[in-house]
């Protein structure tokens, strides 16, 4: 089955405590793309991917940090999480690079992080 | 001002009516036009793209409005299944992101 997995689903930790979220794709796609959601402000860009080794960054990338070591994966990392990024992260992909194009995005199933 | 701005309801509609939404946009430049459908917090799933020529695809009308800088969506014989977030989402040219506006809530009431 084509889809985007993210783990964990749920986290709750502590201020400063290092993680990482993983986001995995199995449809061969270019294109990768983390999001946070928070009420009121819709879905904003934190990273994007347009292939391998190939990352920039979105409109909200502070206290973010991405890698993109493989075609499939693209793993979210915050080293030092505070508070205010306590939000819904979605990933997601596209078959190409070009989001000038066409492109459907497919989205993970979103990771609800609590910072306290 | 917003880069992607829509009015965020809620839109409450008994089953059958018609109705549509529209979405503003601030830079000129943008090339591609999306409308997204999110349940309850869930992922966002691809409804349709916007072509610049409108395009249709059962009971859903999408139409682009350059000049003014708009896209709109218009549901007809409305769903209770139709109820949901709707999200605008557009890519600038000549970049690789995509905005997403604050989405449009819809209730389909029996």
């Known amino acids: 089955e084509a889809q985007v997995t993210q783990n964990p689903r749920y986290l709750i930790t502590v201020t400063g405590k290092k993680l990482t979220v993983t986001c995995s794709q199995n449809?061969?796609?270019?294109?990768m793309s983390w999001y946070r959601q928070d009420p009121g402000l819709g879905l904003r860009q934190i990273y994007y991917?347009?292939?391998?080794?190939?990352?920039d960054k979105g409109d909200v990338p502070e206290g973010y940090k991405v890698s993109r070591k493989e075609k499939r994966n693209f793993p979210l990392i915050l080293e030092s999480p505070s508070p205010n990024q306590t939000s819904l992260y979605f990933c997601?992909?596209?078959?190409?690079?070009?989001?000038?194009?066409?492109?459907?995005?497919?989205f993970g199933p979103g990771t609800r992080l609590t910072v306290l | 001002r917003k880069e992607v701005e829509q009015d965020p309801g809620p839109f409450n509609v008994p089953e059958g009516a018609t109705v549509a939404f529209n979405c503003t946009y601030s830079?000129?430049?943008?090339?591609?036009f999306f409308w997204y459908r999110q349940d309850c917090r869930k992922e966002p799933k691809l409804l349709m793209s916007?072509?610049?020529s409108g395009n249709e695809d059962g009971r859903f009308t999408a139409q682009l409005n350059r000049a003014s800088q708009y896209i709109s969506l218009l549901i007809r014989d409305s769903k209770l299944s139709d109820s949901a977030t709707y999200l605008c989402?557009?890519?600038?040219?000549?970049?690789?992101?995509?905005?997403f506006g604050t989405g449009t809530r819809l209730k389909v009431l029996a």
């Open positions: 991917s347009m292939n391998v080794e190939v990352t």
């Open positions: 916007v072509y610049s």
């Open positions: 997601a992909s596209s078959l190409t690079r070009f989001a000038g194009g066409q492109n459907e995005q497919f």
């Open positions: 989402v557009v890519s600038p040219s000549g970049t690789y992101k995509y905005i």
């Open positions: 449809m061969n796609h270019e294109y």
């Open positions: 830079n000129s430049a943008s090339q591609s």
